[in-house]
Nanobody
Framework: QVQLVESGGGSVQAGGSLRLSCAAS?????MGWFRQAPGKEREGVGC???????SYADSVKGRFTISKDSAKNALYLQMDSLKPEDTAMYYC?????????????????????RGQGTQVTVSS
């Protein structure tokens, strides 16, 4: 069983930046982020695998960057050029699968390990 704990959420104005962190209690092969805004469906944001390959949702490409520190079992989400539509609860997810792909991004909310989330609010 792997525990995931997110941190780094907060409030920021449009155009600003935030960096989210996810601390894992153990090693996971691939990890990612998904988000859910009130009244909306969960949306995969992006993922990274054990080889460092990444994949992102079209809505965040060029603005968000996922990275990891394997030595610390940590995952990060650097969010730049934030928009009000990025406002959501952001969740860290992980599983034992091998490759990060657009398919995994789309199904991140179904990962076997998921954190409790951290709120991101972007004001216009």
């Amino acid at each position: 069983q792997v525990q995931l704990v997110e941190s780094g959420g907060g409030s920021v104005q449009a155009g600003g930046s935030l960096r989210l962190s996810c601390a894992a209690s153990g090693y996971t092969y691939r990890m990612g982020w998904f988000r859910q805004a009130p009244g909306k469906e969960r949306e995969g944001v992006g993922c990274i695998d054990s080889l460092g390959r990444t994949s992102y949702a079209d809505s965040v490409k060029g603005r968000f960057t996922i990275s990891k520190d394997s030595a610390k079992n940590a995952l990060y989400l650097q969010m730049d050029s934030l928009k009000p539509e990025d406002t959501a609860m952001y969740y860290c997810a992980a599983d034992g699968g091998f490759a990060c792909s657009s398919g995994y991004v789309a199904s991140l909310y179904g990962s076997i390990y998921r954190g409790q989330g951290t709120q991101v609010t972007v004001s216009s």
